[in-house]
């Protein structure tokens, strides 16, 4: 600044000293033009030009007077005109510096602001969210508090990128970031990482608890639609969660297991995933283990466990869920967690539970010759329950068995249902159509709605094992358990509660009206030979436990 008004008065300088130069020539020709005057008037008075003739014509004539002030007109004029102009000039100059200077200033904030933000949603970009997180990382080391990243992603984006085209997928996003910036407060940062990839940093504690919050609020904004060109489209997001300091102390860090996380929360069920170190020594072993889950079932590393389920009313175990494992050769036991989601990814999820069911119908034999007339429960992932050739495998494996509808109950999640709502109501109709039972797992954790529950052909509730877990100690837990007793009995529906570990858990459940039990503390899942030896000792005495 400093800089432009010394060389702006330097400017002034010159435009002074070339307007008071023509002030001069001004003046120097006023001279001329009075000598002139005065020797030609010395020369009509007294015929001859000579200083005495130029004294005289001086004194005499009246007009030389005026031309004598001529120069002086001149060089005043000259001086006054060169300061007006020059000072005018300056301010102009001075104008057109600053605009010049705003629009640079401007121009800067925009280059800045689109190096640093997303054209399509104006949100910050990866590298705006890498600078703040390590500027939020330095602030929170000094105050010894915590920062939560989550990373969030579209369920089959793609898949509505390429059947709307590109400008519907655009609005979606937009939309989707409309219903995320409602949510997040003014201090946590919102930003677009990919294509349908979201992060959020949240300048917070890392207290589970809270964690859990924000996630099913973040969940709940997809409960609803998002219009797009007049069509409702039901989207789901997973995410995947890291904090700093617990999962690590550097931006890179908490980004790279906040997206671990994310591949995790993609394969579950609850499509969230906090991150933990196990997720680091499975990721390469799960890569290899697609392959292998072909070859396990027809190798016989698949194996049916069963645990009962306490039907109180008439104090013995009314059915039997089966929940698959695999012997892996080298990784050993596996739990269904660690490879259904592989399963489902790579489509063999119709083989495996094809095996399942016929595994536990074929087994069931055993139990039938002994007089236990207790059916089987069998799991469906989204992917096999929407398979419109399921019903015709079931009434064929039925058929084979010589066994009722009835004896078969499918658990179908909340979350598998929410995909296509109609397609599921379609098939789950046919399914109880032919007599089979339909039962909602893990109740409470997804989002139908009354109106959708209401119009389910399900005969069963299983209340999800979270709340009954920790119903003892928190009383929202035990308030939820209670009412999805009172919601299913005004649905007609019987209700199970599972995860039940302890003798007061059972208790209260009874007191609250369920109708039957399941969990560790009647028996663990187990394998068809230690069921038989349970079923032995307990099938008939098992509420007995209460
Ligand atoms: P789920 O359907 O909710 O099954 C109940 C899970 O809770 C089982 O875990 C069971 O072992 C566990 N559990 C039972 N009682 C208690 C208890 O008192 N306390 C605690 N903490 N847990 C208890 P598991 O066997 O590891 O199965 C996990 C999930 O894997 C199942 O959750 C189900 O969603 C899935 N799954 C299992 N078998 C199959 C299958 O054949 N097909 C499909 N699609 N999914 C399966
Ligand atoms: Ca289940
Ligand atoms: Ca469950």
Redesign the pocket.
Same mark, same amino acid.
């Not at 997206?259 to 290899?288: C, G, H, W």
């Not at 992917?383 to 010589?402: H, K, Q």
């Not at 397609?423 to 797992?441: H, Q, R, W, Y």
């Not at 009383?475 to 529906?493: E, F, P, Q, R, T």
């Given at each position: 600044m400093d800089k432009i008004r010394h060389s702006l008065r330097a400017n002034v300088k010159l435009m002074k000293s070339e307007i008071t130069r023509y002030a001069l020539f001004g003046t120097i020709i006023a001279f001329a033009a009075l000598i002139l005057a005065t020797a030609l008037n010395a020369y009509l008075q007294s015929g001859g030009i000579t200083i005495q003739a130029m004294i005289e014509a001086q004194k005499t004539n009246v007009t030389l007077w005026f031309m004598d002030a001529m120069p002086f007109i001149f060089a005043f004029w000259g001086q006054y005109t060169s300061t007006i102009m020059a000072y005018e000039a300056s301010s102009m100059v001075m104008e057109q510096t600053a605009n010049l200077r705003d629009r640079t200033v401007e121009l800067e904030h925009k280059a800045v602001h689109e190096a640093t933000h997303d054209a399509l949603t104006g949100l910050p970009n990866r590298a705006l969210l890498y600078d703040r997180l390590n500027h939020a990382i330095q602030i929170a080391s000094r105050r010894k508090t915590g920062l939560v990243m989550m990373v969030l992603n579209l369920d089959g984006f793609k898949q509505i990128n390429d059947t709307l085209g590109h400008y519907s997928g655009d609005q979606l996003l937009c939309q989707v970031v409309s219903r995320l910036e409602i949510m997040i407060r003014k201090s946590d940062t919102l930003a677009r990482i990919g294509g349908d990839e979201f992060a959020i940093l949240l300048d917070m504690s890392t207290h589970r608890e809270m964690v859990l919050n924000i996630v099913k609020k973040l969940q709940k904004i997809f409960m609803e639609p998002f219009s797009i060109d007049g069509l409702d489209i039901e989207v789901m997001s997973s995410i995947g969660i890291s904090s700093f300091p617990d999962h690590g102390m550097d931006a890179d860090t908490i980004m790279q297991r906040a997206s671990l996380a994310l591949v995790n929360a993609k394969q579950s069920?609850q499509k969230f995933a906090l991150y933990d170190k196990e997720m680091d020594k499975s990721s390469p072993k799960r890569i290899t283990m697609m392959g292998e889950l072909r070859n396990a079932i027809d190798a016989g590393e698949l194996m049916?466990?069963y645990?009962p389920k306490i039907n109180l009313d008439q104090t013995r175990v009314s059915n039997l869920?089966?929940?698959?494992?695999w012997q892996h050769p080298q990784h050993g036991f596996l739990?269904?967690?660690e490879f259904?989601p592989l399963a489902e990814r790579t489509g063999l999820?119709r083989p495996?539970?094809n095996w399942?069911l016929n595994t536990a119908l074929k087994q069931g034999e055993q139990w039938r010759k002994k007089g236990l007339k207790m059916g089987v429960a /069998?799991?469906?992932?989204p992917a096999?329950f929407l398979d419109t050739e399921l019903p015709n495998v079931i009434v064929g494996m039925l058929s084979l068995y010589d066994l009722p509808a009835k004896y078969i109950t499918l658990?179908v999640?909340e979350g598998s249902m929410i995909k296509d709502p109609d397609l599921a109501l379609n098939i789950l109709s046919k399914l109880a159509a032919l007599g089979i039972k339909v039962s909602i797992?893990?109740f409470g954790t997804g989002y139908s709605s009354l109106a959708y529950l209401k119009k389910l052909p399900a005969k069963e509730l299983?209340i999800d094992?979270s709340f009954v877990?920790d119903m003892l100690e928190s009383d929202s837990d035990a308030v939820i358990v209670k009412s999805i007793i009172d919601l299913g009995h005004n649905l007609s529906m019987k209700v199970v509660a599972?995860? /039940?570990?302890n003798k007061e858990t059972a208790v209260k459940l009874k007191t609250l009206g369920c109708d039957i039990l399941?969990?560790?503390?009647f028996a663990?899942?187990m394998n068809h030979d230690d069921l038989i030896q349970w079923l032995d000792e307990n099938s008939s005495s098992a509420s007995q436990l209460l």
């Amino acid at each position: 600044m400093d800089k432009i008004r010394h060389s702006l008065r330097a400017n002034v300088k010159l435009m002074k000293s070339e307007i008071t130069r023509y002030a001069l020539f001004g003046t120097i020709i006023a001279f001329a033009a009075l000598i002139l005057a005065t020797a030609l008037n010395a020369y009509l008075q007294s015929g001859g030009i000579t200083i005495q003739a130029m004294i005289e014509a001086q004194k005499t004539n009246v007009t030389l007077w005026f031309m004598d002030a001529m120069p002086f007109i001149f060089a005043f004029w000259g001086q006054y005109t060169s300061t007006i102009m020059a000072y005018e000039a300056s301010s102009m100059v001075m104008e057109q510096t600053a605009n010049l200077r705003d629009r640079t200033v401007e121009l800067e904030h925009k280059a800045v602001h689109e190096a640093t933000h997303d054209a399509l949603t104006g949100l910050p970009n990866r590298a705006l969210l890498y600078d703040r997180l390590n500027h939020a990382i330095q602030i929170a080391s000094r105050r010894k508090t915590g920062l939560v990243m989550m990373v969030l992603n579209l369920d089959g984006f793609k898949q509505i990128n390429d059947t709307l085209g590109h400008y519907s997928g655009d609005q979606l996003l937009c939309q989707v970031v409309s219903r995320l910036e409602i949510m997040i407060r003014k201090s946590d940062t919102l930003a677009r990482i990919g294509g349908d990839e979201f992060a959020i940093l949240l300048d917070m504690s890392t207290h589970r608890e809270m964690v859990l919050n924000i996630v099913k609020k973040l969940q709940k904004i997809f409960m609803e639609p998002f219009s797009i060109d007049g069509l409702d489209i039901e989207v789901m997001s997973s995410i995947g969660i890291s904090s700093f300091p617990d999962h690590g102390m550097d931006a890179d860090t908490i980004m790279q297991r906040a997206s671990l996380a994310l591949v995790n929360a993609k394969q579950s069920t609850q499509k969230f995933a906090l991150y933990d170190k196990e997720m680091d020594k499975s990721s390469p072993k799960r890569i290899t283990m697609m392959g292998e889950l072909r070859n396990a079932i027809d190798a016989g590393e698949l194996m049916v466990y069963y645990q009962p389920k306490i039907n109180l009313d008439q104090t013995r175990v009314s059915n039997l869920e089966a929940l698959v494992r695999w012997q892996h050769p080298q990784h050993g036991f596996l739990p269904p967690d660690e490879f259904i989601p592989l399963a489902e990814r790579t489509g063999l999820i119709r083989p495996l539970t094809n095996w399942v069911l016929n595994t536990a119908l074929k087994q069931g034999e055993q139990w039938r010759k002994k007089g236990l007339k207790m059916g089987v429960a /069998v799991n469906l992932s989204p992917a096999s329950f929407l398979d419109t050739e399921l019903p015709n495998v079931i009434v064929g494996m039925l058929s084979l068995y010589d066994l009722p509808a009835k004896y078969i109950t499918l658990e179908v999640t909340e979350g598998s249902m929410i995909k296509d709502p109609d397609l599921a109501l379609n098939i789950l109709s046919k399914l109880a159509a032919l007599g089979i039972k339909v039962s909602i797992d893990d109740f409470g954790t997804g989002y139908s709605s009354l109106a959708y529950l209401k119009k389910l052909p399900a005969k069963e509730l299983k209340i999800d094992k979270s709340f009954v877990l920790d119903m003892l100690e928190s009383d929202s837990d035990a308030v939820i358990v209670k009412s999805i007793i009172d919601l299913g009995h005004n649905l007609s529906m019987k209700v199970v509660a599972e995860g /039940v570990e302890n003798k007061e858990t059972a208790v209260k459940l009874k007191t609250l009206g369920c109708d039957i039990l399941q969990g560790f503390y009647f028996a663990k899942p187990m394998n068809h030979d230690d069921l038989i030896q349970w079923l032995d000792e307990n099938s008939s005495s098992a509420s007995q436990l209460l």
